[in-house]
């Protein structure tokens, strides 16, 4: 985790005002850079709930896509933003015999509180990937779980994903 953020924070801070005239180029190396070590079916799964089950194989791809855009655009904001603040790692706390793992970020502000971050891991088979993330301790699926079920329940599936689509769009 260390390796993959000091190499993203230094490729932002070499490529800053080149990203900021064309935020569309984050997509290129978020996806190159982090999101090799996320596991989007896993994520898209439990985002999506009860919903993923009745979800046609079309529309789950089509979902881990547009969700996957929407994180790119959101890693891209916050990275463009990162302006040198110093990062601690505590201890990786894994149980003994467990295929879970918690990797913790800690961004010290100067003047302001610490930002804690918590990566969640597993090891199914291969190599250790995230499925959750908690900032501050508001869980990344948790918020988006509670936010796509409401406009699911107002404009269905589909609606979700072409609202996404439209966002994304811009972005790409």
Do not use: C
Request: hydrophobic share 40%; glycine share 8%; charged share 20%.
């Amino acid at each position: 985790m260390q390796n993959t953020t000091d190499q993203v924070l230094a490729r932002v801070q070499s490529e800053k005002d080149q990203l900021r005239a064309n935020p569309g180029q984050m997509y290129g190396l978020v996806s190159e850079l982090i999101f090799p070590h996320f596991d989007f079916p896993i994520m898209s799964q439990w985002v999506l709930g009860e919903h993923w089950k009745s979800a046609a194989e079309g529309e789950r791809a089509r979902f881990i896509e547009q969700f996957r855009m929407l994180l790119v655009r959101t890693y891209a904001a916050a990275l463009l933003e990162f302006s040198g603040q110093n990062i601690s790692y505590p201890p990786i706390e894994q149980p003994s015999g467990k295929a879970v793992a918690l990797v913790k970020q800690v961004i010290e502000k100067p003047g302001s509180a610490t930002i804690p971050i918590i990566y969640r891991l597993h090891n199914k088979s291969g190599p250790w990937k995230v499925f959750d993330v908690s900032v501050d301790g508001v869980s990344l699926v948790k918020t988006y779980r509670a936010s796509f079920g409401s406009m699911i329940g107002n404009k269905g599936l589909d609606g979700l994903l072409v609202s996404l689509e439209e966002k994304n769009k811009a972005f790409q």
